[in-house]
């Protein structure tokens, strides 16, 4: 992973664009052609997902929802959403490429309809990403509320018991607003 041996401020210090971001900038409403767009990408996620025989949840509206805030996050940092790329077991996670680097950045983008709601993932993570992001709100308008690198917040210390469901769950104090 390329964040091994840097703090979480080290991070943050040393990535690709140190711009800052007004309250007003985090919240992110999409277009009538964008939530069009993420229709198209739902349909079809599903569709393959199908294909190979993944468990995939047919709700529609958290399908819009997951795919809707991963748009409205891209769009936040003018990042290229790849959405021609073949279905995989993560198809959420970005993967980002920038000028000078060697490595690839990885990127999950989470998705809450609490508003004090917690950036959570599943016990069974395998692939931890480089970087964990949570964006709260209903399918067009989500808000940004920040991210935590994979190293820090993948770690048993992070597994929690919230109702029914177990595994990793930090609360959004916890989260860094500087992503870039």
């Given at each position: 992973?390329?964040?091994?041996?840097?703090?979480?401020?080290?991070?943050?210090?040393?990535?690709?664009?140190?711009?800052?971001?007004?309250?007003?900038?985090?919240?992110?409403?999409?277009?009538?052609?964008?939530?069009e767009l993420v229709k198209i990408v739902v349909k079809q996620r599903l569709r393959l997902g199908d294909a190979r025989g993944l468990k995939t949840d047919k709700d529609m509206e958290k399908q819009l929802?997951?795919?809707?805030?991963?748009?409205?996050?891209?769009?936040?940092?003018?990042?290229?959403?790849?959405?021609?790329?073949?279905?995989?077991?993560?198809?959420?996670?970005?993967?980002?490429r920038y000028p000078g680097r060697t490595e690839d950045v990885t990127i999950d983008v989470k998705h809450t309809h609490q508003e004090r709601g917690h950036l959570t993932a599943n016990i069974e993570t395998k692939e931890v990403c480089d970087f964990y992001v949570l964006m709260v709100g209903q399918f067009p308008t989500f808000v940004y509320r920040g991210c935590i690198p994979g190293d820090v917040f993948i770690r048993e210390e992070n597994i929690k018991q919230l109702g029914a469901w177990r595994g990793y769950a930090v609360e959004q104090h916890r989260l860094s607003i500087e992503f870039f």
């Open positions: 992973m390329i964040t091994e041996g840097y703090s979480f401020d080290d991070k943050i210090r040393n990535s690709v664009n140190h711009g800052r971001l007004s309250e007003e900038e985090y919240e992110i409403t999409l277009n009538s052609f964008e939530m929802n997951f795919v809707g805030a991963e748009l409205a996050f891209a769009k936040l940092f003018n990042i290229y959403m790849d959405f021609g790329r073949q279905y995989r077991a993560y198809d959420h996670v970005m993967t980002l």
